[in-house]
């Protein structure tokens, strides 16, 4: 199973969930994350986010933002999107509608969640990213829970 993670620049959101999720699952899965625009490319996550991660014994300091890929629709089985308008522009990306249908808004997978985003810290605070942090935690455990049955 190949997962990646989507936010708007890749510095914060998806770079999080990308590490926690990695912390949650076996070696064997491929976790990854990327933007929907390349503002940030080849920069280290934001160091808020660096920080936040660390505090729960979890490493993104060696990740790079990316730019979103047409190969990441090959290589990846499933696509979360971290808010609306990121899962719009990735599934604009999706050539037919095998491609779409890995496309989904990273916290429906908590069932109760239809539309609801994560929302982008970048303009806050440690506390916000806190928050953002226990959001992806959740969100996470349920792609795990889900993928494990």
Not at 129 to 143: P, S, T, Y
Request: charged share 30%; aromatic share 8%; with cysteine.
């Amino acid at each position: 199973m190949k997962i990646l993670m989507v936010c708007l620049g890749n510095i914060c959101r998806s770079p999080l969930a990308e590490g926690i999720m990695k912390a949650k699952l076996p070696d064997h899965y491929v976790v990854d994350s990327a933007g929907t625009i390349s503002m940030h490319e080849g920069e280290h996550p934001d160091k808020r986010a660096i920080k936040t991660a660390f505090n729960h014994h979890i490493d993104i300091s060696q990740q790079r933002s990316r730019p979103i890929t047409r190969k990441d629709f090959e290589t990846f089985d499933k696509i979360y999107c971290m808010d609306i308008n990121v899962c719009e522009e990735v599934i604009s990306k999706a050539k037919n509608e095998e491609e779409r249908q890995k496309v989904s808004l990273f916290l429906e997978e908590l069932g109760d969640y239809k539309n609801v985003e994560v929302p982008d810290p970048y303009w806050g605070d440690m506390t916000d990213f806190e928050k953002v942090f226990q959001l992806l935690d959740k969100g996470c455990d349920a792609i795990r829970n889900q993928i494990s049955k």
